[in-house]
Nanobody, 125 residues
Framework: QVQLVESGGGLVQAGGSVRLSCAASGRAFSSYTMGWFRQAPGKEREFVAAIAWNGRDTYYADSVKGRFTISRDNVQNTLYLQMNSLKPEDTAVYYC??????????????????WGQGTQVTVSS
């Protein structure tokens, strides 16, 4: 298994920026696709972004494309999500997750095997 711990959330004004981090330990971090998801109160968990093991292939939800950037450091075993031009509708608990079995449907929460505890991001208008 892989243990994941998110950090970096907080309160930010609309238009501001936040960088989330996800520290991984356990199995070889560099071998797996990683993803960020978010869940707002009363809503289902939704896909935000994913990154392949090599860091070169990245995928984004339409709602965050052009504003968020996912990256990874396979030496430091850390996943990042740089969030710019934040909007109140970005308010949610953000989770990082790892896909240990190589699924191609990176946007589906059920394809991910291990999850962090989540970090709250609140964007005020």
């Amino acid at each position: 298994q892989v243990q994941l711990v998110e950090s970096g959330g907080g309160l930010v004004q609309a238009g501001g920026s936040v960088r989330l981090s996800c520290a991984a330990s356990g199995r070889a971090f560099s071998s797996y696709t990683m993803g960020w998801f978010r869940q707002a109160p009363g809503k289902e968990r939704e896909f935000v972004a994913a990154i392949a093991w090599n860091g070169r292939d990245t995928y984004y939800a339409d709602s965050v494309k052009g504003r968020f950037t996912i990256s990874r450091d396979n030496v430091q075993n850390t996943l990042y999500l740089q969030m710019n031009s934040l909007k109140p509708e970005d308010t949610a608990v953000y989770y990082c997750a790892v896909d240990l079995h190589g699924s191609t449907t990176y946007y589906l929460p059920r394809e991910y095997d291990c999850w962090g505890q989540g970090t709250q991001v609140t964007v005020s208008s």
